[in-house]
């Protein structure tokens, strides 16, 4: 049961039907140890993670609202005392690291979700470090399906022979992806190389590689200035983290730019050719580039 300011709070229809839509209606469902409270265990010889034996809190929180504090209580049972306390059965909540909840237990649902500090993303999450979280089982699984769909439809356009790219196209993909020198390399060295480049960032690699594969503009763009590189008109030097232009023998000539810290070295030189007309203008002529249609920074 519910309690709010010492009085017993009945769930209204239209807060039980946001908690059945948001677990997708699937009962029943868990609330877990957050990912913060799991960690690899330091031991050689234990290949379980460390987590803690286990985790409680009490049923009893206080919710800030426009109109002032509100204290919350989740009890299945409520004592009255002499000089009129109430004692709330049970206080604490207890687990050690999983726990099912049905659908008859909306109550406690409620106040894990919307009342509790503790809840990590919960309504009331105090930011601090999280005791529970729901495990999100729908949420998980449409993750998963859409990154195996993308790896799918990646894997066809770089391997199929009968849908994937023909091999003009994977060339041009893999100079988009700054892979030196494509045209030295073989058919499958740059199917191999492609597929490589593009899950080596696995954060941001495969929604840049379709970001781009679906705009000839920014494919065209990146392409050339790898061309450029190849040519030896510009090239990145590490250990300087510059972008420079070289002279005929390759070597550096004048500075085009310094990355700030944390820009990637190829994503900086596209978005720099987008923003910076007079240095898009000098390589379009050194290189011979005839693309009108320049596309937006990425």
């Known amino acids: 049961m519910l309690y709010c300011n010492d009085k017993k709070y009945d769930l209204k229809k239209s807060e039980i039907d946001e908690i059945i839509q948001k677990f997708g209606n699937t009962f029943p469902i868990r609330v877990?140890?957050?990912?913060?409270?799991?960690?690899?265990?330091l031991s050689s010889h234990n290949a379980l993670p460390d987590m803690p034996a286990g985790i409680s809190f009490p049923y009893r929180a206080v919710r800030k609202t426009e109109k002032g504090a509100e204290i919350w209580r989740y009890a299945d049972e409520v004592i009255q005392l002499d000089g009129g306390k109430k004692k709330?059965?049970?206080?604490?909540?207890?687990?050690?690291?999983?726990?099912i909840l049905d659908r008859?237990?909306?109550?406690l649902i409620f106040f894990l979700l919307k009342i509790c500090p503790h809840t990590k993303g919960g309504d009331n999450w105090n930011k601090k470090q999280p005791k529970l979280e729901f495990e999100n089982l729908i949420e998980e699984a449409n993750t998963e399906v859409e990154g195996k769909r993308a790896d799918a439809e990646l894997m066809a356009l770089i391997y199929s022979d009968t849908v994937g790219m023909d091999e003009k196209k994977l060339r041009e993909v893999a100079r988009a992806l700054f892979i030196n020198n494509v045209d030295k390399l073989t058919k499958n060295q740059?199917?191999?190389?492609?597929?490589?480049?593009?899950?080596l960032d696995r954060q941001n690699g495969m929604k840049r590689f379709f970001k781009m594969f679906n705009s000839e503009a920014i494919l065209t763009v990146r392409a050339n200035i790898q061309r450029a590189v190849d040519e030896r008109y510009i090239k990145y030097v590490v250990n300087r983290r510059e972008w420079v232009w070289c002279d005929s023998d390759g070597?550096?000539?004048?500075?085009?730019?310094?990355?700030?810290?944390?820009l990637n070295p190829e994503d900086a030189i596209y978005d720099y050719y987008i923003g910076e007309a007079d240095f898009r203008e000098?390589?379009?002529s050194a290189m011979k580039f005839t693309q009108a249609t320049e596309p937006a920074v990425q």
């Open 32 to 41: 877990v140890y957050p990912k913060e409270r799991v960690k690899r265990s």
């Open 190 to 199: 740059v199917r191999v190389g492609i597929e490589k480049s593009v899950k």
């Open 251 to 262: 070597k550096k000539k004048e500075l085009i730019f310094q990355l700030k810290p944390g």
């Open 88 to 99: 709330y059965i049970p206080s604490h909540f207890r687990y050690n690291g999983v726990h």
């Open 282 to 284: 000098r390589l379009n």
């Open 104 to 107: 008859n237990e909306m109550e």
